[in-house]
């Protein structure tokens, strides 16, 4: 009986360590807090409170080059705050017309 009990064991060891481990390494996170959107000439620039940094025509564009540059994951849920100027705000506005004037119902 308790031969069954360490092969088992044994097993069940063997099993766990060749499973794939999925996921995102918590080290590699990078949390923001601050968002800071500029827009100079026909650009948007990101800059946040960890160093990451992004920029692009559009503010998409802008998000995508700045997860693709930076060091980690870059994890926006967390983001509290969203600091902009004038002009970028009107880019925002643009942008979202832009992607959902169509999906709003007319009267």
């Known amino acids: 009986m ?3 009990w360490v092969i088992a064991g044994l097993v069940l060891a063997g099993l ?3 499973t794939p ?6 080290a590699r996170l990078l949390p923001i807090e601050v968002i800071q959107m500029e827009k100079r000439g026909n650009r948007i ?3 946040t409170d960890t160093e ?3 920029a692009g025509a ?3 564009e802008a998000v995508e080059n700045m997860k693709q540059t930076a ?4 994890f926006l849920e967390t983001a509290d705050y969203l600091l902009v100027d004038r002009e970028s705000y009107e880019a925002a506005v643009r942008s979202f017309w832009d992607e959902f004037d169509d999906r709003i119902p007319k009267e």
């Open 2 to 4: 308790k031969r069954r």
């Open 16 to 18: 766990l360590t060749k």
């Open 21 to 26: 481990q999925y996921g995102t390494d918590v």
């Open 45 to 47: 620039y990101l800059y």
């Open 52 to 54: 990451a940094q992004g």
């Open 58 to 60: 559009t503010i998409q």
């Open 71 to 74: 060091p980690g994951t870059v």
